[in-house]
């Protein structure tokens, strides 16, 4: 009789759970922490601004309690705290051991931070009764040891708002991250016009479906409808100019930072034409590099 087979060499264990990823952002007070708050924000982080270091376990462990998953933390840190650094320095190395920590440090020349406390006219937070100058080498003194602590550390010296953005973006992005999401959405003019829309096409000078009996109760999503539409004169060609323009533009939006688009096409009351188009358009513009795209037909059903 053969040997019994070992049980445990049959199953397979399960996988660990994934570490939670945590980011402290923090520097220099005017190196660009609020720019990057929000950077991460858009890149669907969970952003706590301004918190205590005494506060950052009991969120995690808040965190992990949850039931669904829970997206990844970036907590930023502010530097004016008297015990600030004793307390965060002491805490950090310990909760490598939990999650998957990692430090951003943001730093910036003297001069860069005076010229930006001197534009916005406001003290410097450690200046006291000195000089903008005196609060940055106060501030220096206190951020040396985390600067050295850091994982990651970005001089914004010769960044704008939208550089540093783009930074934090390329840094921070998943591969699912989209460079812009587009929402391409249909309309009536008879119901007005979409207000936040950043492009609006008017596509009644195709023949409009409605006047065609056997079309009149389909809207722009049915085949019949479409084809109709697309045997018009000009239809192909304003889809193909538009496909075009919008490959030009959406690259652009990317390189500005400009991470959402509304895309608005209208005809009499939004069911048939322009249906027709924006289903059209938002197949080809989704096989955009980086462009992830939403649809809506927003009077669709209306009438």
């Given amino acids: 009789m053969p040997p019994t087979a070992n049980r445990l060499t049959d199953v397979t264990a399960a996988p660990p759970p994934p570490q939670q990823e945590v980011l402290i952002v923090t520097g220099m007070s005017g190196a660009g922490r609020s720019t990057v708050a929000k950077a991460l924000e858009d890149l669907d982080w969970f952003v706590v601004d301004n918190l205590p270091p005494q506060m950052l376990r009991p969120l995690l462990d808040l965190a992990g309690r949850a039931e669904q998953d829970t997206p990844r933390i970036a907590a930023v840190l502010d530097v004016r705290g008297r015990d600030f650094f004793t307390e965060l320095q002491d805490l950090l190395p310990s909760l490598r051991d939990n999650v998957r920590l990692s430090v951003l440090f943001l730093d910036a020349s003297d001069s860069a931070l005076v010229r930006r406390y001197e534009a916005v006219r406001?003290?410097?937070?450690?200046?006291?009764?000195?000089?903008?100058?005196?609060?940055?080498?106060?501030?220096?003194?206190?951020?040396?040891?985390?600067?050295?602590?850091?994982?990651?550390?970005?001089?914004?010296?010769?960044?704008?708002?939208?550089?540093?953005?783009?930074?934090?973006?390329d840094a921070y992005k998943t591969e699912t991250t989209p460079g812009v999401q587009v929402t391409m959405t249909s309309f009536g003019f008879k119901y007005g016009l979409p207000s936040d829309a950043d492009m609006i096409a008017d596509v009644r000078f195709l023949p409009n479906p409605f006047w065609v009996p056997e079309l009149r109760a389909l809207d722009g999503t049915d085949?019949?409808?479409?084809?109709?539409?697309?045997?018009?004169?000009?239809?192909?060609?304003?889809?193909?100019?538009?496909?075009?323009?919008?490959?030009?533009?959406?690259?652009?939006?990317?390189?500005?930072?400009?991470?959402?688009?509304?895309?608005?096409?209208?005809?009499?009351?939004?069911?048939?034409?322009?249906?027709?188009?924006?289903?059209?358009?938002?197949?080809?513009?989704?096989?955009?590099?980086?462009?992830?795209?939403?649809?809506?037909?927003?009077?669709?059903?209306?009438?």
Avoid at 128 to 138: F, Q, R, S, V
Avoid at 278 to 302: C, I, M, Q, T
């Fill in 223 to 303: 085949e019949a409808v479409r084809d109709y539409v697309f045997a018009q004169d000009g239809a192909e060609e304003f889809v193909e100019l538009w496909s075009r323009m919008l490959a030009v533009a959406l690259a652009g939006y990317q390189r500005e930072n400009k991470r959402h688009a509304l895309i608005a096409i209208g005809c009499t009351g939004g069911k048939h034409r322009s249906v027709a188009i924006v289903e059209e358009l938002a197949r080809r513009a989704s096989d955009l590099p980086g462009v992830a795209v939403n649809v809506k037909h927003r009077d669709l059903g209306r009438e």
């Fill in 122 to 169: 406001r003290p410097h937070p450690l200046q006291g009764n000195g000089t903008i100058l005196d609060g940055i080498m106060e501030e220096r003194t206190r951020v040396k040891q985390l600067r050295e602590f850091a994982d990651q550390l970005i001089d914004t010296s010769e960044l704008n708002v939208h550089q540093l953005t783009n930074r934090i973006h």
